[in-house]
């Protein structure tokens, strides 16, 4: 629809006002952002509880702070009688639900990972090229330490709000096979449930000692620091990587989009971009940005490109097509002529490796 401050057609319904005026006058937008957190994440916090005196929640970044009987933003903690409870996210039990997924996967790192490609072999990777005859064990984690208006993932939570499947790490540990080559963990977002997914994480390896097996993560990096450490150990010692899906870079527009701020996310990319030094082959830390149409523009991918490019120009950053979903489904597919501005955008900004991914989606 037509955005009520410029006039342009590039606005979604619910928000009424198109990206770039959102980041030249956030308060305009405020009453309709707030409106449509509060409607897309019912019967959850449409923001993270901050109520002064309240128990802090320290498992992401979020840091709810909870008065008796509230819930946190992701649904899996809880006030009660002045104790702070772990529904779910703990290293005993977590909400998750996985399958093998025959390799290559459609996954935004294949290009440069030893699943889809000749990087890492022989030490990281059972065959040079793709590892065609091995899999992945996707692991999809219900909960999120944000709330994307156009989330592709929308099953996350239904499952936070459930509680279901709730399961041990043991169990996740236990669909370890023979022919499995990697774990990625998704969702939802592993933030919420980060303790769970290293335990189950660390099982796995174990169980699979004498052989490759990585471990991944794709994130919206919004991991609380004093966990992110051994999120990186893991990744970095099984040829893993951890892929940071940057929404956007201006904070106003981050904060429309996703309900929360990015600065713990961008704070946590330029730490783990310092370690990924440590490992250049196969790549550790990878980069990708959904193309949201009338919001997610050649300026904001080419600020997202700039800031990697100053930690490292090496490091790989997918452009992600976007298909109308959730509570932005009014808006269009991402244009080809949009994708190959925004790739343009970020090689210009400095980056040395960008692809464009989902291309059939592209109109």
């Given at each position: 629809m037509e955005c009520k401050i410029c006039g342009a057609d590039k606005a979604a319904k619910l928000l009424r006002i198109c990206g770039a005026c959102l980041k030249k006058q956030p308060e305009d937008a405020r009453a309709a952002v707030e409106a449509a957190h509060r409607r897309s994440r019912r019967p959850l916090p449409g923001t993270p509880p901050k109520t002064p005196g309240?128990?802090?929640?320290?498992?992401?970044?979020?840091?709810?702070?909870l008065a008796p009987d509230e819930a946190s933003f992701c649904g899996l903690r809880v006030?009660?009688?002045?104790?702070?409870?772990?529904?779910?996210?703990?290293?005993?039990?977590?909400?998750?639900?996985?399958?093998?997924?025959?390799?290559?996967?459609?996954?935004?790192?294949?290009?440069?990972?030893?699943?889809?490609?000749?990087?890492?072999?022989?030490?990281?990777?059972?065959?040079?090229?793709?590892?065609?005859?091995?899999y992945n064990l996707a692991v999809f984690l219900g909960g999120c330490s944000f709330d994307c208006l156009f989330c592709q993932n929308r099953q996350y939570h239904e499952m936070a709000v459930s509680l279901e499947p709730l399961v041990k790490p043991e169990e996740l540990a236990a669909a370890i096979r023979k022919d499995t080559a990697c774990i990625c963990y998704f969702g939802g977002d592993p933030s919420p449930q980060v303790p769970f997914?290293?335990?189950?994480?660390?099982?796995?390896?174990?169980?699979?000692?004498?052989?490759?097996?990585?471990?991944?993560?794709?994130t919206n990096g919004n991991i609380n620091p004093r966990l992110l450490g051994a999120v990186a150990e893991l990744s970095l010692a099984s040829g893993?990587?951890?892929?940071?899906?940057?929404?956007?870079?201006?904070?106003?527009?981050?904060?429309?989009?996703?309900?929360?701020?990015?600065?713990?996310?961008?704070?946590?990319?330029?730490?783990?971009?310092?370690?990924?030094?440590?490992?250049?082959?196969?790549?550790?830390?990878?980069?990708?940005?959904?193309?949201?149409?009338?919001?997610?523009?050649?300026?904001?991918?080419?600020?997202?490109?700039?800031?990697?490019?100053?930690?490292?120009p090496q490091i790989p950053y997918?452009?992600?097509?976007?298909?109308?979903?959730?509570?932005?489904?009014?808006?269009?597919?991402?244009?080809?002529?949009?994708?190959?501005?925004?790739?343009?955008?970020?090689?210009?900004?400095?980056?040395?490796?960008?692809?464009?991914?989902?291309?059939?989606?592209?109109?």
């Amino acid at each position: 629809m037509e955005c009520k401050i410029c006039g342009a057609d590039k606005a979604a319904k619910l928000l009424r006002i198109c990206g770039a005026c959102l980041k030249k006058q956030p308060e305009d937008a405020r009453a309709a952002v707030e409106a449509a957190h509060r409607r897309s994440r019912r019967p959850l916090p449409g923001t993270p509880p901050k109520t002064p005196g309240g128990i802090v929640c320290q498992v992401c970044a979020n840091n709810c702070r909870l008065a008796p009987d509230e819930a946190s933003f992701c649904g899996l903690r809880v006030n009660r009688e002045g104790r702070l409870r772990h529904l779910a996210g703990t290293a005993r039990r977590g909400v998750a639900s996985w399958y093998h997924d025959p390799l290559p996967t459609n996954c935004v790192a294949d290009w440069v990972c030893p699943a889809g490609s000749s990087s890492g072999y022989p030490r990281y990777s059972y065959r040079p090229g793709v590892e065609h005859g091995y899999y992945n064990l996707a692991v999809f984690l219900g909960g999120c330490s944000f709330d994307c208006l156009f989330c592709q993932n929308r099953q996350y939570h239904e499952m936070a709000v459930s509680l279901e499947p709730l399961v041990k790490p043991e169990e996740l540990a236990a669909a370890i096979r023979k022919d499995t080559a990697c774990i990625c963990y998704f969702g939802g977002d592993p933030s919420p449930q980060v303790p769970f997914a290293l335990k189950a994480a660390r099982l796995a390896v174990e169980r699979a000692r004498g052989r490759v097996l990585r471990v991944c993560w794709e994130t919206n990096g919004n991991i609380n620091p004093r966990l992110l450490g051994a999120v990186a150990e893991l990744s970095l010692a099984s040829g893993g990587c951890v892929k940071f899906d940057l929404k956007c870079y201006n904070d106003d527009l981050h904060r429309a989009l996703t309900g929360v701020s990015n600065r713990q996310t961008l704070a946590n990319f330029s730490f783990l971009a310092e370690l990924a030094l440590k490992r250049p082959d196969p790549p550790f830390l990878i980069a990708s940005t959904l193309l949201v149409p009338g919001y997610v523009d050649t300026e904001e991918v080419a600020a997202v490109a700039k800031f990697i490019a100053g930690l490292d120009p090496q490091i790989p950053y997918s452009l992600l097509a976007f298909y109308p979903q959730h509570l932005m489904h009014d808006l269009p597919c991402t244009s080809r002529a949009d994708a190959e501005a925004c790739r343009q955008a970020a090689l210009d900004a400095g980056l040395k490796r960008v692809r464009l991914g989902n291309i059939h989606l592209l109109r």
